[in-house]
Protein backbone atom coordinates (compact mmCIF):
# COMPACT_ATOMS: atom_id res chain seq x y z
CA UNK A 1 0.00 0.00 0.00
CA UNK A 2 2.59 2.62 -0.66
CA UNK A 3 1.20 5.86 -1.30
CA UNK A 4 2.61 8.42 -4.38
CA UNK A 5 1.01 11.61 -4.45
CA UNK A 6 1.77 14.32 -7.07
CA UNK A 7 0.51 17.38 -4.21
CA UNK A 8 3.08 19.69 -4.84
CA UNK A 9 7.42 23.83 17.73
CA UNK A 10 6.88 22.05 20.05
CA UNK A 11 9.80 23.93 18.70
CA UNK A 12 12.34 23.83 21.24
CA UNK A 13 10.62 21.24 23.69
CA UNK A 14 9.68 17.86 22.91
CA UNK A 15 -19.69 31.18 29.42
CA UNK A 16 -22.60 30.38 26.65
CA UNK A 17 -23.65 26.89 25.81
CA UNK A 18 -23.99 26.31 22.00
CA UNK A 19 -27.57 27.44 22.17
CA UNK A 20 -26.77 30.27 24.13
CA UNK A 21 -27.94 29.14 27.90
CA UNK A 22 -26.46 28.91 30.60
CA UNK A 23 -24.58 25.60 31.07
CA UNK A 24 -26.35 23.89 34.40
CA UNK A 25 -23.78 21.44 35.67
CA UNK A 26 -24.58 17.65 36.23
CA UNK A 27 -21.82 16.36 38.16
CA UNK A 28 -20.27 13.35 37.00
CA UNK A 29 -20.70 11.32 34.36
CA UNK A 30 -19.41 7.11 34.53
CA UNK A 31 -16.50 6.26 32.33
CA UNK A 32 -17.78 4.98 28.95
CA UNK A 33 -16.84 0.86 28.72
CA UNK A 34 -14.57 -0.84 25.64
CA UNK A 35 -16.85 -0.32 22.91
CA UNK A 36 -18.69 -3.23 20.90
CA UNK A 37 -16.54 -3.70 17.85
CA UNK A 38 -14.01 -6.41 17.54
CA UNK A 39 -10.85 -4.33 15.98
CA UNK A 40 -8.70 -5.12 12.73
CA UNK A 41 -5.30 -2.73 11.86
CA UNK A 42 -3.41 -2.37 8.48
CA UNK A 43 0.01 -4.14 8.82
CA UNK A 44 2.92 -2.87 10.96
CA UNK A 45 5.24 -5.69 11.49
CA UNK A 46 9.02 -5.64 11.79
CA UNK A 47 11.14 -8.17 10.05
CA UNK A 48 12.49 -10.35 12.10
CA UNK A 49 16.06 -9.95 12.15
CA UNK A 50 15.17 -6.43 13.55
CA UNK A 51 12.73 -7.11 16.30
CA UNK A 52 15.06 -7.76 18.75
CA UNK A 53 17.40 -4.07 18.21
CA UNK A 54 16.12 -3.17 21.75
CA UNK A 55 14.22 0.01 22.75
CA UNK A 56 16.69 2.69 22.50
CA UNK A 57 17.12 1.62 18.77
CA UNK A 58 13.51 1.19 18.19
CA UNK A 59 12.79 4.51 19.72
CA UNK A 60 15.21 6.21 17.21
CA UNK A 61 14.07 4.57 13.88
CA UNK A 62 10.34 5.68 15.30
CA UNK A 63 11.47 9.40 15.66
CA UNK A 64 13.40 9.26 12.30
CA UNK A 65 16.65 10.06 14.52
CA UNK A 66 19.48 9.60 12.08
CA UNK A 67 22.99 7.05 13.38
CA UNK A 68 25.72 8.37 15.00
CA UNK A 69 27.73 8.37 11.08
CA UNK A 70 24.50 10.66 10.13
CA UNK A 71 22.98 7.73 8.39
CA UNK A 72 19.27 8.06 7.56
CA UNK A 73 16.70 6.28 9.76
CA UNK A 74 13.13 5.63 9.80
CA UNK A 75 10.86 2.84 11.09
CA UNK A 76 10.36 2.32 7.17
CA UNK A 77 13.42 0.50 6.93
CA UNK A 78 11.56 -2.05 9.21
CA UNK A 79 8.77 -3.14 7.78
CA UNK A 80 8.66 -6.69 7.04
CA UNK A 81 5.81 -6.05 5.26
CA UNK A 82 6.25 -2.41 3.18
CA UNK A 83 3.58 -3.27 0.50
CA UNK A 84 1.24 -4.46 3.22
CA UNK A 85 1.60 -0.95 5.12
CA UNK A 86 0.70 2.04 5.01
CA UNK A 87 3.41 4.19 3.42
CA UNK A 88 2.75 7.52 2.44
CA UNK A 89 5.72 8.63 0.25
CA UNK A 90 5.01 12.83 0.16
CA UNK A 91 6.94 14.66 -1.80
CA UNK A 92 7.49 18.30 -0.15
CA UNK A 93 7.00 21.39 -1.62
CA UNK A 94 10.30 23.02 -2.89
CA UNK A 95 9.85 26.23 -0.24
CA UNK A 96 12.86 26.25 2.26
CA UNK A 97 10.69 29.33 3.67
CA UNK A 98 8.16 27.16 5.07
CA UNK A 99 9.72 23.60 5.01
CA UNK A 100 13.47 24.46 5.38
CA UNK A 101 15.39 20.88 5.01
CA UNK A 102 12.68 19.26 4.16
CA UNK A 103 12.01 21.17 1.26
CA UNK A 104 12.31 19.18 -2.36
CA UNK A 105 12.18 16.07 -0.29
CA UNK A 106 10.14 12.77 -0.68
CA UNK A 107 9.34 11.73 2.79
CA UNK A 108 7.48 8.42 3.40
CA UNK A 109 5.46 8.45 6.53
CA UNK A 110 4.25 5.45 8.48
CA UNK A 111 0.67 5.54 9.33
CA UNK A 112 -1.48 2.32 10.59
CA UNK A 113 -5.47 2.60 10.46
CA UNK A 114 -7.72 0.12 12.75
CA UNK A 115 -11.31 0.06 12.10
CA UNK A 116 -14.26 -1.69 13.30
CA UNK A 117 -14.02 -5.09 12.10
CA UNK A 118 -15.71 -8.29 11.55
CA UNK A 119 -15.53 -10.94 14.20
CA UNK A 120 -12.44 -13.15 13.59
CA UNK A 121 -12.17 -16.39 15.31
CA UNK A 122 -8.28 -16.50 15.15
CA UNK A 123 -8.01 -13.00 14.65
CA UNK A 124 -3.74 -12.19 13.99
CA UNK A 125 -2.43 -10.69 17.26
CA UNK A 126 0.89 -8.82 16.91
CA UNK A 127 3.21 -7.18 19.54
CA UNK A 128 5.26 -4.63 18.81
CA UNK A 129 8.95 -4.78 19.44
CA UNK A 130 8.60 -1.69 21.57
CA UNK A 131 8.69 -1.42 25.80
CA UNK A 132 7.79 -5.36 25.77
CA UNK A 133 5.00 -3.98 23.85
CA UNK A 134 3.10 -1.88 26.34
CA UNK A 135 1.97 0.28 23.96
CA UNK A 136 1.63 -1.42 20.96
CA UNK A 137 -0.63 -4.53 21.35
CA UNK A 138 -2.32 -5.08 17.66
CA UNK A 139 -5.23 -7.01 18.02
CA UNK A 140 -5.88 -8.20 14.63
CA UNK A 141 -3.56 -6.88 11.90
CA UNK A 142 -4.20 -7.67 8.46
CA UNK A 143 -1.29 -10.11 6.65
CA UNK A 144 -0.42 -9.54 3.23
CA UNK A 145 -2.87 -9.52 0.48
CA UNK A 146 -5.68 -9.50 2.83
CA UNK A 147 -8.82 -6.51 2.58
CA UNK A 148 -10.18 -4.87 5.87
CA UNK A 149 -13.39 -6.69 6.39
CA UNK A 150 -15.60 -4.15 8.25
CA UNK A 151 -18.36 -4.49 10.82
CA UNK A 152 -20.93 -3.03 8.58
CA UNK A 153 -19.80 -3.27 4.83
CA UNK A 154 -21.99 -0.87 4.13
CA UNK A 155 -21.85 1.46 6.77
CA UNK A 156 -19.75 4.62 6.58
CA UNK A 157 -17.62 4.95 9.23
CA UNK A 158 -16.13 8.63 10.76
CA UNK A 159 -12.24 8.87 10.61
CA UNK A 160 -10.17 10.59 13.06
CA UNK A 161 -6.73 10.95 12.43
CA UNK A 162 -4.19 11.11 15.48
CA UNK A 163 -1.12 13.08 15.83
CA UNK A 164 1.66 12.31 18.10
CA UNK A 165 3.66 14.97 20.20
CA UNK A 166 7.18 16.26 19.84
CA UNK A 167 10.13 13.49 20.34
CA UNK A 168 7.18 11.16 20.47
CA UNK A 169 5.52 8.07 17.91
CA UNK A 170 2.34 6.48 16.94
CA UNK A 171 3.39 3.49 18.70
CA UNK A 172 2.65 5.04 21.95
CA UNK A 173 -1.16 5.10 20.85
CA UNK A 174 -2.16 2.04 19.52
CA UNK A 175 -4.65 1.18 22.83
CA UNK A 176 -5.43 4.89 22.16
CA UNK A 177 -6.33 3.77 18.79
CA UNK A 178 -8.18 0.40 19.27
CA UNK A 179 -10.47 2.02 21.64
CA UNK A 180 -11.42 4.64 19.16
CA UNK A 181 -12.28 1.78 16.73
CA UNK A 182 -14.20 -0.49 19.09
CA UNK A 183 -17.03 2.72 19.59
CA UNK A 184 -17.68 2.68 15.33
CA UNK A 185 -14.33 4.69 14.34
CA UNK A 186 -12.22 4.78 11.78
CA UNK A 187 -8.75 5.26 13.21
CA UNK A 188 -5.57 6.58 11.14
CA UNK A 189 -2.55 7.19 13.80
CA UNK A 190 0.46 9.21 11.96
CA UNK A 191 3.93 8.43 12.62
CA UNK A 192 5.76 11.78 11.13
CA UNK A 193 9.83 10.95 11.92
CA UNK A 194 10.57 14.58 12.97
CA UNK A 195 13.59 13.86 13.48
CA UNK A 196 14.42 13.44 10.05
CA UNK A 197 14.43 16.90 9.30
CA UNK A 198 15.51 18.85 12.61
CA UNK A 199 18.17 20.36 13.24
CA UNK A 200 20.06 20.26 16.43
CA UNK A 201 19.61 23.21 18.63
CA UNK A 202 17.93 25.43 16.43
CA UNK A 203 13.50 26.27 16.76
CA UNK A 204 12.99 23.59 13.71
CA UNK A 205 10.09 26.11 13.18
CA UNK A 206 9.90 24.09 9.32
CA UNK A 207 8.12 21.73 11.54
CA UNK A 208 5.41 23.53 12.36
CA UNK A 209 4.35 23.77 8.40
CA UNK A 210 5.79 20.62 7.46
CA UNK A 211 3.62 18.81 10.45
CA UNK A 212 0.08 20.33 8.59
CA UNK A 213 0.92 19.38 5.43
CA UNK A 214 2.20 15.33 5.84
CA UNK A 215 -1.36 14.75 7.71
CA UNK A 216 -3.38 16.55 4.93
CA UNK A 217 -1.55 14.73 2.23
CA UNK A 218 -1.99 11.18 4.17
CA UNK A 219 -5.75 12.03 4.83
CA UNK A 220 -5.89 12.59 0.32
CA UNK A 221 -4.37 8.67 0.59
CA UNK A 222 -7.05 7.72 2.65
CA UNK A 223 -10.08 8.71 1.25
CA UNK A 224 -8.90 7.87 -2.37
CA UNK A 225 -8.06 4.17 -0.88
CA UNK A 226 -10.39 1.20 -2.54
CA UNK A 227 -9.59 -0.24 1.20
CA UNK A 228 -11.52 2.51 3.16
CA UNK A 229 -12.34 5.44 0.71
CA UNK A 230 -15.56 3.75 0.51
CA UNK A 231 -16.07 3.25 4.09
CA UNK A 232 -15.41 6.37 5.45
CA UNK A 233 -17.99 9.08 6.60
CA UNK A 234 -16.15 12.20 5.14
CA UNK A 235 -18.73 14.59 6.65
CA UNK A 236 -17.10 13.01 9.77
CA UNK A 237 -13.86 13.74 10.63
CA UNK A 238 -12.13 14.72 13.22
CA UNK A 239 -8.27 14.75 14.77
CA UNK A 240 -6.90 13.95 18.35
CA UNK A 241 -3.52 15.17 19.46
CA UNK A 242 -1.04 15.65 22.75
CA UNK A 243 1.37 18.57 22.83
CA UNK A 244 3.17 19.36 18.98
CA UNK A 245 0.04 17.04 18.08
CA UNK A 246 -2.60 19.46 19.60
CA UNK A 247 -0.85 22.27 17.71
CA UNK A 248 -1.27 20.24 14.28
CA UNK A 249 -4.89 19.96 14.99
CA UNK A 250 -5.14 23.35 15.52
CA UNK A 251 -2.95 24.36 12.32
CA UNK A 252 -5.39 21.88 10.05
CA UNK A 253 -8.29 23.19 11.66
CA UNK A 254 -7.53 26.65 10.60
CA UNK A 255 -5.27 28.46 12.72
CA UNK A 256 -2.39 29.44 10.13
CA UNK A 257 0.92 28.89 11.55
CA UNK A 258 2.61 32.31 12.50
CA UNK A 259 -0.38 34.03 10.83
CA UNK A 260 1.21 32.76 7.48
CA UNK A 261 -1.27 32.85 4.39
CA UNK A 262 0.38 29.97 2.87
CA UNK A 263 0.02 27.48 6.00
CA UNK A 264 -1.90 24.20 5.33
CA UNK A 265 -5.78 23.97 6.73
CA UNK A 266 -7.99 21.35 5.91
CA UNK A 267 -11.65 22.22 5.78
CA UNK A 268 -12.92 18.81 5.63
CA UNK A 269 -11.63 18.11 9.33
CA UNK A 270 -14.57 18.82 11.45
CA UNK A 271 -13.97 18.76 15.18
CA UNK A 272 -10.74 18.66 17.22
CA UNK A 273 -9.72 17.05 20.61
CA UNK A 274 -6.24 19.16 21.70
CA UNK A 275 -4.69 17.82 25.06
CA UNK A 276 -1.86 20.11 26.45
CA UNK A 277 -1.74 21.82 22.57
CA UNK A 278 1.50 23.84 22.09
CA UNK A 279 0.47 27.39 20.94
CA UNK A 280 3.62 29.17 22.48
CA UNK A 281 5.08 30.06 25.35
CA UNK A 282 8.00 32.02 27.13
CA UNK A 283 11.48 31.07 25.37
CA UNK A 284 15.24 33.45 26.67
CA UNK A 285 11.62 35.23 28.63
CA UNK A 286 10.05 36.53 25.23
CA UNK A 287 6.81 35.50 25.12
CA UNK A 288 6.36 33.23 21.29
CA UNK A 289 2.60 32.60 19.99
CA UNK A 290 2.01 29.88 17.58
CA UNK A 291 -0.21 31.45 15.41
CA UNK A 292 -0.17 35.32 14.81
CA UNK A 293 0.34 38.13 17.80
CA UNK A 294 -1.63 36.56 20.93
CA UNK A 295 -2.92 33.87 18.83
CA UNK A 296 -5.00 36.07 17.40
CA UNK A 297 -5.03 33.71 14.05
CA UNK A 298 -6.98 31.43 15.68
CA UNK A 299 -9.98 33.07 15.23
CA UNK A 300 -10.06 31.15 12.13
CA UNK A 301 -10.68 27.67 13.80
CA UNK A 302 -14.68 26.93 13.61
CA UNK A 303 -14.60 23.58 14.29
CA UNK A 304 -15.78 22.58 17.36
CA UNK A 305 -12.73 21.76 19.95
CA UNK A 306 -11.96 20.01 23.18
CA UNK A 307 -9.16 21.17 25.48
CA UNK A 308 -7.27 19.70 28.04
CA UNK A 309 -4.66 20.93 30.04
CA UNK A 310 -2.67 20.04 33.13
CA UNK A 311 -2.57 22.50 36.34
CA UNK A 312 0.85 21.34 36.76
CA UNK A 313 2.93 21.33 33.13
CA UNK A 314 5.34 23.39 33.12
CA UNK A 315 5.78 22.65 28.83
CA UNK A 316 2.82 23.73 27.62
CA UNK A 317 1.52 26.39 30.09
CA UNK A 318 -2.26 26.92 30.52
CA UNK A 319 -1.28 30.69 30.81
CA UNK A 320 -0.99 30.19 26.97
CA UNK A 321 -3.49 27.41 26.46
CA UNK A 322 -6.56 29.40 27.55
CA UNK A 323 -6.28 32.69 26.53
CA UNK A 324 -5.52 30.58 22.82
CA UNK A 325 -9.24 28.96 23.67
CA UNK A 326 -10.42 32.23 24.10
CA UNK A 327 -9.44 33.00 20.64
CA UNK A 328 -11.42 30.04 18.96
CA UNK A 329 -14.69 30.90 16.86
CA UNK A 330 -16.29 27.51 17.49
CA UNK A 331 -17.88 25.34 20.06
CA UNK A 332 -15.61 24.97 22.90
CA UNK A 333 -15.10 22.53 26.02
CA UNK A 334 -11.99 23.50 27.99
CA UNK A 335 -11.24 20.23 31.10
CA UNK A 336 -8.80 21.15 33.48
CA UNK A 337 -6.75 18.24 34.83
CA UNK A 338 -5.51 18.84 38.47
CA UNK A 339 -2.32 18.60 39.24
CA UNK A 340 -1.08 16.93 35.74
CA UNK A 341 1.85 17.49 34.05
CA UNK A 342 2.61 17.70 30.05
CA UNK A 343 2.30 14.01 30.23
CA UNK A 344 -0.75 12.86 32.00
CA UNK A 345 -0.55 10.50 34.96
CA UNK A 346 -2.76 7.03 34.40
CA UNK A 347 -5.88 8.22 35.87
CA UNK A 348 -6.28 11.34 33.93
CA UNK A 349 -5.42 9.86 30.67
CA UNK A 350 -8.21 8.16 31.02
CA UNK A 351 -10.31 10.69 31.92
CA UNK A 352 -9.08 11.89 28.55
CA UNK A 353 -10.58 9.21 26.84
CA UNK A 354 -13.84 9.61 28.36
CA UNK A 355 -14.22 13.03 27.58
CA UNK A 356 -12.92 12.58 23.83
CA UNK A 357 -15.59 9.37 23.22
CA UNK A 358 -18.40 11.88 24.63
CA UNK A 359 -17.28 14.73 22.37
CA UNK A 360 -16.87 12.54 19.21
CA UNK A 361 -19.87 10.72 19.85
CA UNK A 362 -21.44 14.29 20.12
CA UNK A 363 -19.65 16.26 17.14
CA UNK A 364 -18.94 13.16 14.45
CA UNK A 365 -21.53 10.80 15.42
CA UNK A 366 -24.62 12.93 15.69
CA UNK A 367 -25.70 11.95 19.18
CA UNK A 368 -28.02 14.93 20.53
CA UNK A 369 -27.76 13.19 24.17
CA UNK A 370 -23.89 13.08 24.20
CA UNK A 371 -24.12 16.99 23.08
CA UNK A 372 -26.50 17.74 25.69
CA UNK A 373 -24.01 15.95 28.42
CA UNK A 374 -20.80 17.45 27.28
CA UNK A 375 -22.62 20.86 27.87
CA UNK A 376 -23.61 20.63 31.14
CA UNK A 377 -21.02 17.72 32.70
CA UNK A 378 -18.84 18.69 35.16
CA UNK A 379 -16.41 15.79 35.09
CA UNK A 380 -16.08 12.19 35.10
CA UNK A 381 -16.14 9.88 37.81
CA UNK A 382 -13.04 7.77 38.44
CA UNK A 383 -9.99 8.78 36.93
CA UNK A 384 -7.85 11.94 38.50
CA UNK A 385 -9.16 15.16 39.14
CA UNK A 386 -10.72 16.74 36.54
CA UNK A 387 -13.24 19.83 35.77
CA UNK A 388 -15.00 21.47 32.86
CA UNK A 389 -14.24 25.06 33.18
CA UNK A 390 -17.92 26.33 31.68
CA UNK A 391 -16.93 29.97 31.68
CA UNK A 392 -14.83 28.81 28.42
CA UNK A 393 -17.59 27.04 26.69
CA UNK A 394 -19.16 28.29 23.77
Known sequence: MNRYLTVGSLL?????????SAPNPSGEL??????????????????????????????????????????????????????????????????????GPASGQTL????????????NEQPNHYEFPYHDAE??????????????QFADPHARYPLILLSHGASAHGVYDVRHAHTLASHGYIVAVLNYGDERTAIAN??????????????????????DSDEFGGHIDTGNIGITGHSFGGFTALALTGGPVDGHPASVTDDRI???VIAAPWVGGMYEDREM??????????????????VFFGTKDTVTLASFILPAAKKLSGPTYVVELVDQPHVFEGGSWIDRDNWELLFFSA??????????RLKTLRSMEGGNDDVQLFEYQK
Open 12 to 20: LFCSACVDG
Open 30 to 99: TPVPRGPYPVGSTNMEIMPSRSGMGDDDMHAYLLGAPAKNNQPRFVSDLLEHPDAAWVTQIPVPDAPELY
Open 108 to 119: PVVSFIVYPSAV
Open 135 to 148: YGSFEDMLSPGESP
Open 202 to 223: TRNQHLSHLRPFLTSAVLDTIL
Open 270 to 272: KAS
Open 289 to 306: FAFGPENSALSNVKAPTL
Open 363 to 372: YLQGNEKDLA
